[in-house]
């Protein structure tokens, strides 16, 4: 089993930044990667950004590339999402998780964290 425990959520102006961080224990050693991914009410879970733990490559969803950025200690414990320019529409629920395969597919994540709140006011 892998925990995964989001923290760093919370309101922001349009325009600010938040970093969110994901501190992963267990058998992590399971896992190639780690995955960001958000939730607006009414709206299905969308791919925000991915990393791999070996090597540190990333991919991002089109609606955060240039703005996100995701990052990790190499000891497979901790993942970061740097959120820059903020809008409005990046309100959701932030949830990380991770995989044992590099993959943008939510139900193809093993393990997931209870979520954290990120409310961007206009």
């Known amino acids: 089993q892998v925990q995964l425990v989001e923290s760093g959520g919370g309101l922001v102006q349009a325009g600010g930044s938040l970093r969110l961080s994901c501190v992963a224990s267990g058998r992590t050693f399971s896992t190639s990667a780690m995955g960001w991914f958000r939730q607006a009410p009414g709206k299905e879970r969308e791919f925000v950004a991915l990393?791999?733990?070996?090597?540190?490559?990333?991919y991002y969803g089109d609606s955060v590339k240039g703005r996100f950025t995701i990052s990790r200690v190499n000891a497979k414990t901790t993942v970061y999402l740097q959120m820059n320019s903020l809008k409005p529409e990046d309100t959701a629920v932030y949830y990380c998780a991770a995989a044992r395969l590099v993959t943008m597919t939510p139900r193809e994540y093993d393990y997931w964290g209870q979520g954290t709140q990120v409310t961007v006011s206009s």
């Open positions: 990393i791999r733990w070996s090597d540190g490559y990333t």
